[in-house]
């Protein structure tokens, strides 16, 4: 029913939606008959994630753009993509770098700088291209992803639960200053992605 299918004919924007819950939330999108724009670190990350998708779905309504987020000059390349992606009604943020964790005595001023661009520097850009770009109205949503080390302190992890738990304050704040779009943040557990390679080893994830 058209009640329960808020999504149907809606375009759907998911910056990091090549690999993990991104991937997850394109493949859902087209299965609630949404129209996808997936975005991923390089035009051909993205050209290729869409060729994997159309194999499952034919028919879908997709494209994909690269943006590379890890640059000097995110602001700007995400303005020209939200140019060259259009009108946008629901925006999925859940791009990630490898996490940074340690004891704090290995912790330079360097590292912390670089681990804070994807979790805090870029989030708040995308809070901005929110205001700019997406319809002001109830319809819109903009949804960013935390993780659960916000909640529940774990050894060695202390400055990725700073970004964590900014991240929930961040979102709180963009609810009031984006209305009347709707803003949540998505706080999942351990999900079994490639975010986790370079950090657990098999024995560990299982």
């Given amino acids: 029913m058209t009640k329960y ?3 149907a004919g809606k375009h759907v924007l998911v910056i990091g939606g090549t ?3 991104g991937r997850g939330v394109v493949d859902a999108s087209l299965e609630a008959g949404a129209r996808v724009t997936l975005v991923g670190s ?3 990350s993205a050209d290729a994630t869409v060729s994997e998708v159309k194999i499952s779905y034919p028919s879908a309504l997709i494209q994909g753009f690269g943006c590379d987020l890890s640059q000097g000059t995110v602001e700007s390349d995400l ?3 939200f140019r060259k992606v259009g009108e946008v009604n629901h925006l999925v943020y859940t791009a990630a770098d490898s996490l940074t964790l340690g004891s704090l005595n290995d ?3 360097e590292m912390i700088h670089k681990a804070s ?3 805090l520097v870029v989030p708040v850009l995308v809070g901005k291209m929110a205001a700019r770009h997406l319809p002001k109205s109830r319809e819109s949503s903009l949804t960013l992803t935390t993780g659960g080390i916000a909640d529940k302190a774990m050894p060695g992890w202390a400055l990725i639960a700073y970004f964590a738990s900014g991240l929930t304050g961040l979102t709180r704040n963009l609810a ?3 209305k009347p779009l709707r803003v949540n943040a998505v706080e999942p557990g ?3 992605t490639g975010l986790w390679d370079a950090t657990l080893t098999p024995e560990q994830k299982a």
């Fill in 117 to 119: 661009h994807m979790r």
């Fill in 176 to 178: 009031l200053d984006l």
């Fill in 19 to 21: 690999k993990g819950i």
């Fill in 79 to 81: 303005d020209d993509l």
């Fill in 107 to 109: 912790f330079t001023v």
């Fill in 190 to 192: 351990f999900v079994d």
């Fill in 42 to 44: 390089s035009q051909r």
């Fill in 5 to 7: 299918n808020k999504l």
